[in-house]
T-cell receptor
Framework: TQLLEQSPQFLSIQEGENLTVYCNSSSVFSSLQWYRQEPGEGPVLLVTVVTGGEVKKLKRLTFQFGDARKDSSLHITAAQPGDTGLYLC??????????FGAGTQVVVTP | ETGVTQTPRHLVMGMTNKKSLKCEQHLGHNAMYWYKQSAKKPLELMFV???????ENNSVPSRFSPECPNSSHLFLHLHTLQPEDSALYLC?????????????FGPGTRLTVT
């Protein structure tokens, strides 16, 4: 089993602050996805990173895939209350099977 | 309706009841999935269907019985559940399970077993 560990488990910050969440594994993935899940909803795909060392930006969100394709980070600049949610990373393994982490709950207060 | 829909959104059932969860996708996808989401745990993949054929059963107890009559509909039949089966059950779909891996999720059914 390819275990994905996310840290921290919970993060509470004030609006305007920056934050980084991490996703680490001892296994190599062909690609890695980040999802955000809001209360009462299913996860929504934010981005897929494929190449080792790849950096993708989505407005104030910056995603990085580690050079060895074992880890990833999500950095949010100037967080807003709308960024509140559960952030999940998922490694894509053999046959497209997703291995999810347990998630990081982010709370941004005004 | 667009995307992936799930009904019911909430379900409370006793351990001796039989109920079914329904999932429908309007995205033209060919692969559908059932996941279990418990608090502070990773999403657990339960079943995968590709072109209506079950391609994965992740050692799920037989009290959970999936059914996929066509590529757009997926059911999860429940019977004699245990309290530890209480969780959010998520359905997802993708173009196929072996091609594009981007999965689109429904809002989930919050199941409580009493």
């Amino acid at each position: 089993t390819q275990l994905l560990e996310q840290s921290p488990q919970f993060l509470s910050i004030q609006e305007g602050e920056n934050l980084t969440v991490y996703c680490n594994s001892s296994s190599v993935f062909s690609s890695l996805q980040w999802y955000r899940q809001e209360p009462g909803e299913g996860p929504v795909l934010l981005v897929t990173v494929v190449t080792g060392g790849e950096v993708k930006k989505l407005k104030r969100l910056t995603f990085q895939f580690g050079d060895a394709r074992k880890d990833s980070s999500l950095h949010i600049t100037a967080a807003q209350p709308g960024d509140t949610g559960l952030y999940l990373c998922a490694g894509v393994g053999s046959w497209g099977k997703l291995q999810f982490g347990a998630g990081t709950q982010v709370v941004v207060t005004p | 309706e667009t995307g992936v829909t799930q009904t019911p959104r909430h379900l409370v059932m006793g351990m001796t009841n039989k109920k079914s969860l329904k999932c429908e996708q309007h995205l033209g996808h060919n692969a559908m999935y059932w996941y279990k989401q418990s608090a502070k745990k990773p999403l657990e993949l339960m079943f995968v269907y590709n072109f209506k054929e079950q391609t994965e059963n992740n050692s799920v107890p037989s009290r959970f019985s999936p059914e996929c009559p066509n590529s757009s509909h997926l059911f999860l039949h429940l019977h004699t559940l245990q309290p530890e089966d209480s969780a959010l059950y998520l359905c997802a779909s993708s173009l196929s399970s072996g091609g594009s891996y981007e999965q689109y999720f429904g809002p989930g059914t919050r199941l409580t077993v009493t």
